[in-house]
């Protein structure tokens, strides 16, 4: 009996999501949430429980069988004429009995199935915490981002504004303003409104 499912990714995801809507919680707090709330890792310790309960079916005897038929009959012989006629009840017993070591070897394999399924619902608890950590680590580290990116546009609009405030340095401002003082005429002379 296999109960190991991969966990689809989404799964965890929305765990992550819906635990960490502040992220005021630690990674660990995030996956003992995922650990009590995951529906798929209940119903494997249902399934776990159903298994244990099979174990404890496998090691006993059957129960016996009781059968019986109620019915009406009526009997000829070869020559035609009738031998009897009359109401039939008809009662039987069984009982199973197993040979030696087959009740042993139902409860090993059993017992097996358990210990397999355990391993299994371990595994898939190891592998749900590592994907809820990964993406708690990964939100936390998203945020981390967004934040030293904040910080670091905040300080370029600061330095934009100490630099707007200051004049501009090099030839350019010199030549636009002798370019608005003095207007050349493209044929030589000044122009008329310099005159």
């Known amino acids: 009996m296999s109960i190991y499912r ?4 989404f ?23 995922a650990l009590q709330r995951n529906p798929e890792l209940n119903f494997f310790v249902a399934e776990i429980a159903a298994a244990k309960g099979a174990v404890r079916t496998a090691g006993r005897f059957r129960n016996p069988e009781l059968s019986s038929e109620v019915g009406y009959k009526n009997s000829r012989d070869n020559s035609g004429g009738a031998s009897g006629d009359g109401a ?6 069984s009982q199973t009995f197993e040979y030696p070591g087959r009740i042993a070897l139902r409860k090993a394999i059993a017992n097996h199935d358990v210990q ?6 371990q ?7 590592a994907r809820v950590r ?22 370029f609009q600061a ?3 100490v630099l707007a405030q200051r004049p501009t340095a090099g030839v350019t401002p010199q030549l636009k303003h002798e370019s608005s003082t003095q207007i050349r005429s ?9 005159r």
């Open 11 to 33: 799964v965890a995801s929305a765990i992550v999501l819906v635990c960490a809507s502040a992220l005021a919680e630690t990674p660990e707090a995030l996956v003992n949430q």
């Open 159 to 161: 330095l934009s504004d």
């Open 88 to 93: 039939i009840l008809a009662l039987s017993f």
């Open 186 to 194: 493209p044929f030589g002379g000044r122009n008329a409104m310099q």
């Open 116 to 121: 397999l399924a355990e391993l299994h619902l």
């Open 6 to 9: 991969h966990t689809k990714p």
């Open 123 to 129: 595994q898939f608890r190891l592998t749900l915490a």
């Open 134 to 155: 990964t993406l708690a680590y990964g939100i936390s580290s998203a945020q981390q981002k967004s934040v030293a990116a904040r910080e670091i546009a905040s300080r």
